[in-house]
């Protein structure tokens, strides 16, 4: 697949040279003796940048979310986010299958609720309903084409959740891409939530991972489950390696892919198989089709050497990540011009 340029996800990206060095020279142990020094000093690495107590290494996005949601809730409690997002939409019925919770959907816009939203669907105290334990966002939202909250708004939901004592976790599986377009810092965030879940393996470029952050006995528990769940992994180090790589390494450029996604927009704008496209905020590009399927028009790209996503019937999209060179951009610039 090397001679694609392939937009299908941020989760493509192979690790660089530097990366693979970094991960051969790494220092193992077995992690659930909790011997493995790269994998302790990622996740403290990890939660002193966001001011947290403590972390925990996962193999997945899905892992760390479902983890936190089983720590926060109790069987029979419901749990409010967006109807777009990842836990509820792509996370096989997880909140059902490991906490045994019910969810209420909020219409958000683009993915991202509001602080009225939530106060209205928390459920009153009364034994007919699910008691109303807990509250997700997803920044920046998937579904919701890269979509980023605002701080205040963050900040509205947050003094509901202290209000109504429920706990407050954000899916972050691309939090670093909202951090540098809103300019805002891990500081912040790790201030105002519960817990955090970052993914390694998107736009930051492990080849496997993601951290859970938040209190000491938060991540008591939470290792705990991750046993249970079977995420405990042993000389783990080889791929914590990667991690501190990325964080240390991989934030920063992370302004090209979101300035790559504007050069890609600009080339859609006005063009004749294009019929709307979603505001870019970071770098997922979402846009509707006209007069062509999304699949025949993926299809026409891919003999192009081209790959991009048919989400929805009319809906196309588009990822950037580290492995999308300037001049991969300006290829696929030139073939849309072309089409
Ligand atoms: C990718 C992603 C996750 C986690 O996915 P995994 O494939 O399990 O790592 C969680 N939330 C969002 C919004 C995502 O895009």
Redesign the pocket.
């Known amino acids: 697949m090397n001679t694609y340029i392939d937009f299908r996800s941020d989760?493509v990206t192979r690790p660089s040279p530097a990366m693979l060095d970094t991960m051969m020279q790494a220092r193992v142990g077995d992690d659930v003796f909790g011997e493995d020094p790269s994998v302790n000093e990622l996740e403290s690495l990890a939660a002193s940048m966001f001011g947290m107590e403590a972390a925990l290494f996962c193999p997945?996005?899905?892992?760390?979310?479902q983890i936190a949601i089983k720590c926060h809730t109790q069987p029979g409690d419901e749990v409010i986010c967006d109807a777009d997002?990842?836990?509820y939409q792509?996370?096989g019925g997880g909140i059902a299958f490991n906490s045994g919770c019910s969810v209420k959907l909020l219409s958000g816009d683009r993915g991202r609720i509001n602080a009225e939203q939530v106060r209205q669907a928390i459920q009153p105290d009364d034994v007919h309903r699910a008691r109303t334990s807990l509250v997700c966002v997803?920044n920046?939202?998937?579904r919701g084409g890269g979509s980023c909250y605002e701080w205040e708004a963050l900040e509205k939901i947050k003094q509901v959740c202290a209000e109504h004592h429920l706990a407050f976790h954000i899916?972050g599986?691309?939090l670093f891409n909202a951090m540098v377009a809103k300019g805002q810092s891990p500081q912040q965030y790790g201030a105002l939530f519960d817990s955090i879940?970052i993914?390694l393996?998107?736009s930051l470029g492990c080849p496997v991972g993601?951290i859970l952050l938040g209190s000491k006995s938060f991540i008591k528990q939470a290792r705990r489950i991750r046993k249970v769940l079977g995420g405990g992994m042993r000389q783990a180090g080889f791929l914590a390696a990667a991690g501190i790589y990325a964080l240390t390494n991989n934030i920063d450029r992370l302004q090209k892919d979101h300035e790559h996604a504007r050069l890609i927009e600009a080339a859609l704008e006005n063009k004749p198989f294009v019929a709307s496209i979603l505001p870019i905020e970071t770098n997922i590009i979402i846009f509707e089709t006209k007069g062509i399927t999304a699949k025949e028009l993926v299809e026409k790209l891919k003999q192009h050497q081209i790959l991009g996503y048919a989400i929805a019937p009319y809906r196309v999209r588009l990822v950037l990540h580290l492995d999308i060179t300037e001049a991969m951009v300006a290829r696929t610039i030139e073939v849309l011009n072309a089409l």
């Open positions: 989760t997945s996005g899905t892992m760390t979310n997002a990842h836990i792509y996370e997803e920046t939202s998937n899916d599986a691309r879940s993914c393996s998107k993601s």
